[in-house]
């Protein structure tokens, strides 16, 4: 740690108010050594990982902490507030206040150290020599590990400074501990019941993970020792994690999940009763945690046992959630399988066309005719696999919906039920209807009560016998001609929009792909499109919708990274960054790259992407644009029919966008715009931009 820190990295004698300017305070020490390369773009980086959840710690220690692309290297600063600075403890201000900076590509080495240092500040000995230390050189030689406690006490004492003694009866997150363990329940040797100590494995994790996950950690062991209680700890940090031994789990008694990520392979955990919190209630009442798991042991709670926690839906969602919320988890669970079958196969389909021309679907199978050195067979070769690849969406589709809905089981009868679909023409409806069919005769079937004789051949012999002769049944004899009918209605209503009408349906689409930028009602408008699409020879109609849908798709982020360029004062360092990612994001078709500075001002970008989201799937559709490709942007563009009025209709609405959010960014009053708002603004863009190093 000779590096991370030195005496210029030390203030004792912090003067700042509040924590932004103590994080400033600290920030410019950093920047003054070369540490920092951009001062505002770092601290926005702090302020994002502070608005996640408040860095302060029981026992007066603030953390203000980040990975950023703006550190060079791993740099601890620290600094001693008489007065104290709010970080949103419970217990008050801190008076001792570190800033870690961490590189957005920091190596495991060294986030190790800075692990190591979370750890020293639950040790009560550590912070008390900070709070009494007189020297800044001192101070730094501390927390590098250079000097001991015990070595910095004496050398305070001996140099009659006392700088620290009027806050060294600031009580520590470990000294709190222990407070709180003394209200613990009676160790297991007091009862003198068991033959060996109550025995519970953890599991710790923040955001960042540099600070709060092993200050948690260390503050779980500590209140273990003193209850008596083994504690044995996995800490899912930056640096990589060790799993606990599966025998250490087996013989755990019970477990806490102290965590602001979700816990990686929580499955392993399953059966036990289990404490599950915010990775602060593990920093700041681990005695409590302890005697809640004891209590729920005690009790014969248990969480449920791997495999038995319900459907792949039901374990990703709230037990609470309406039937409404669970059909549209089911249908996105078989939206999500497909689609890579639709991009994959629509690639090499339009591939297919760009090299062998537009008869290549026309041409032999490759397996009896295919000359090594002509593009025409090396074109059939491409279509002839995307068409294989686009044979298995409705399958696909059907057989998730039905997985979604019923685990496994519901895999074989919605296969089935998929294929069938796409035997007899149903095509997406069919599929959409044969997957819901099979995940629920699965699930009647799952509530029948069957002999134990025969429950170990039910998932493998009996569920989908009975499921695929009942799902045949209904698709190929009752409903299948219905859908079949719909879905031919369907297409020859698309076939024939001309006009005003298509015109519209362009425009809705827009709207559609711009509303929640990737989300449910994004996803729909894209699955429409590309099941048009999802046929050896789609019509002209259905080519042009998904034109407009991916015209559409690309409006958000280019706009907002036009934005960012044409007027940069109205964002935040942090949103400027993203408008530089969100040109390679919107240029690719990737909706999301918008989602940063929707989350930050939905009420002005949401409106302004839609608006010209709606502009440019009009002009595509008018335009007459087709394109056979599913995705791609504008690496597709020389497949694309009318590929420069396309282009035309995607700068159109980019610009309707961005001078949008530009009238509307600018029409809000300076007064509104406060020293604390800007701020509390900036963090919240950079919390939530989805590629910042702050979401680490």
């Not at 798991?293 to 969602?317: C, D, F, I, Q, S």
């Not at 059909?327 to 079958?341: A, Q």
């Not at 019509?539 to 958000?556: H, L, Q, W």
């Amino acid at each position: 740690m000779s590096e991370m820190i030195t005496a210029d990295l030390v203030d004792l004698d912090l003067s700042a108010e509040s924590k932004e300017a103590a994080a400033r305070a600290l920030a410019e020490r950093m920047a003054a050594k070369g540490r920092v390369t951009d001062l505002d773009g770092f601290l926005a980086d702090v302020a994002a990982r502070e608005a996640q959840m408040p860095t302060g710690l029981d026992g007066g220690i603030g953390i203000p902490h980040c990975r950023s692309e703006h550190v060079t290297e791993p740099t601890l600063a620290f600094g001693r507030s008489a007065a104290g600075i709010d970080f949103g403890a419970a217990d008050g201000p801190a008076d001792l206040i570190f800033l870690i900076a961490a590189p957005a590509g920091a190596d495991d080495a060294h986030l190790t150290i800075l692990s190591s240092l979370a750890r020293q500040l639950m040790n009560a000995e550590f912070t008390d020599a900070l709070r009494e230390v007189s020297d800044p050189e001192t101070a730094a030689a501390l927390v590098r590990g250079d000097v001991t406690a015990a070595e910095a006490a004496e050398r305070a004492a001996a140099s009659g400074a006392g700088a620290g003694t009027d806050t060294a009866a600031a009580p520590t997150a470990a000294s709190a501990g222990a407070a709180a363990g003394s209200t613990a329940p009676e160790t297991p040797e007091a009862e003198g019941t068991p033959a060996r100590p109550f025995r519970i494995v953890a599991v710790t994790s923040c955001p960042t993970g540099i600070a709060h996950t092993y200050m948690a950690a260390e503050s779980l062991e500590n209140a273990g020792r003193e209850a008596g209680v083994e504690v044995t700890v996995e800490t899912q940090g930056s640096a990589g994690f060790t799993r606990l031994d599966p025998a250490v789990i087996a013989a755990a008694d019970g477990v806490v999940l102290a965590h602001d990520v979700p816990v990686r392979e929580k499955d392993r955990f399953a059966g036990k009763p289990t404490v599950d919190v915010g990775v602060k209630a593990g920093i700041n009442r681990p005695a409590e945690l302890i005697s809640e798991v004891r209590a729920k042991a005690e009790r014969g709670e248990r969480t449920a046992p791997a495999g038995a926690a319900g459907t792949p839906v039901e374990r990703a969602g709230d037990s609470t959630e309406g039937y409404g919320t669970k059909l549209r988890k089911w249908l996105m669970s078989g939206v999500s399988y497909m689609v890579p079958f639709v991009a994959a196969g629509g690639l090499l389909i339009a591939l297919g066309f760009a090299i062998g021309g537009w008869t290549v679907n026309k041409a032999p199978s490759v397996m009896d005719h295919f000359v090594w050195t002509q593009s025409d067979s090396w074109g059939a070769l491409l279509f002839q696999i995307g068409g294989m690849a686009f044979k298995f969406l409705i399958p696909v589709l059907a057989g998730y919906i039905a997985y979604g809905m019923a685990d496994r089981p519901g895999l074989v009868p919605g296969f089935v039920g998929g294929a069938i679909s796409l035997s007899i023409n149903a095509g997406f409806l069919g599929g959409l209807v044969a997957g819901l069919i099979a995940g629920g005769v699965v699930l009647a079937i799952q509530r029948v009560n069957i002999p134990a004789a025969m429950r170990g051949i039910m998932p493998v012999v009996v569920i989908p016998l009975i499921s695929s002769a009942v799902v045949g049944f209904l698709m190929f004899v009752v409903i299948g001609k219905p859908i079949a009918a719909a879905q031919k209605g369907m297409t020859d209503w698309l076939n024939g929009l001309t006009g005003t009408n298509a015109v519209l349906l362009g425009a809705l689409l827009g709207l559609m792909m711009c509303f929640d930028l990737g989300g449910p009602v994004n996803k729909v408008a894209y699955t429409f499109a590309t099941a048009g699409i999802a046929v050896a020879a789609p019509s002209d109609s259905a080519m042009k919708i998904m034109a407009a849908v991916m015209a559409a798709g690309m409006v958000p982020p280019l706009a907002m990274a036009l934005a960012t360029t044409v007027r940069g004062r109205l964002f935040t360092p942090a949103e400027r960054e993203n408008g530089k990612a969100a040109w390679v994001l919107g240029a690719s078709f990737i909706t999301e790259g918008a989602i940063p500075f929707a989350a930050a001002d939905p009420l002005r970008v949401i409106p302004s992407a839609m608006a010209g989201g709606a502009v440019t799937g009009a002009l595509s559709m008018m335009f007459g644009a087709t394109l056979r490709a599913p995705h791609g942007g504008i690496f597709v563009v020389p497949l694309i029919g009318n590929p420069f009025l396309y282009l035309v209709a995607i700068a159109a609405g980019v610009c309707v966008s961005t001078a949008l959010v530009v009238v509307l960014k600018g029409m809000r009053r300076p007064a509104q715009r406060t020293p604390a708002a800007g701020a509390a603004e900036g963090a919240a863009a950079g919390e939530k931009g989805s590629e910042q190093p702050v979401a680490a």
